[in-house]
């Protein structure tokens, strides 16, 4: 019996402390943020911040997610160039998207992504491709799916084939339909000798840190 009341008690104890933690949380989001002073104040906003995106409730995540961008957080400015991209919770505006993005490429792989997808789609004029397609590369290396894509589907579309075979190959693990029939169309451009070293290559792939 004593065992079940400390079992029950423990059950307790830490649903009041869930339901303490939600609301203290919420009553934050409430109030709006206040301007933060040190960095623990800018860890907070952040952590608030990526909460309230990850549930899609933008215009309240921007609020708290500016404050860390503007500090430096490259989490932070990847999550604003994401709500700049897609419109949101603010006006859509590619120009703030990409330098969001393009301040956090150095230490995420997904904004690396994206500065380089902006330029390959027309989406940021006078910005050189060279440098694109090096950032592009370099996320297909770190094991960006979305990378390993396009760059699969760039090489296709300039007949590489073993390159588009190559980084297809990767990019289908992920159950893609397109990238299936994209990945046919380049390995029927290839013999079995040329699949055969490819896919040794692929199988030793690890993505780089």
Do not use: C
Request: hydrophobic share 40%; charged share 25%.
């Amino acid at each position: 019996m004593k065992v079940f009341f400390l079992q029950y008690k423990a059950f307790v104890l830490g649903g009041i402390l869930i339901f303490i933690l939600g609301f203290a949380l919420a009553m934050a989001v409430f109030r709006g943020p206040k301007v933060p002073k040190t960095e623990e104040d800018y860890a907070h906003a952040l952590k608030v911040g990526e909460h309230l995106f990850e549930t899609k409730r933008y215009e309240d995540a921007f609020k708290y997610l500016i404050y860390p961008g503007e500090h430096g957080y490259p989490k932070a400015r990847f999550l604003l160039g994401e709500m700049y991209y897609n419109g949101w919770g603010v006006e859509k505006d590619n120009k703030r998207a990409f330098e969001n993005y393009k301040s956090a490429a150095d230490d995420l792989i997904e904004a690396r992504y994206m500065v380089a997808s902006m330029v390959f789609r027309g989406e940021i004029k006078d910005a050189p491709k060279g440098t694109a397609t090096t950032l592009l590369t370099e996320a297909a290396y770190h094991g960006s799916k979305r990378a390993q894509r396009d760059l699969g589907v760039y090489s296709l579309m300039s007949s590489d084939y073993e390159q588009a075979y190559f980084w297809l190959s990767l990019a289908s693990q992920n159950g893609d339909v397109r990238v299936q029939k994209a990945l046919k169309a380049a390995s029927e451009k290839l013999n079995d000798y040329q699949k055969g070293l490819l896919d040794a290559e692929i199988k030793g792939f690890v993505a780089r840190k």
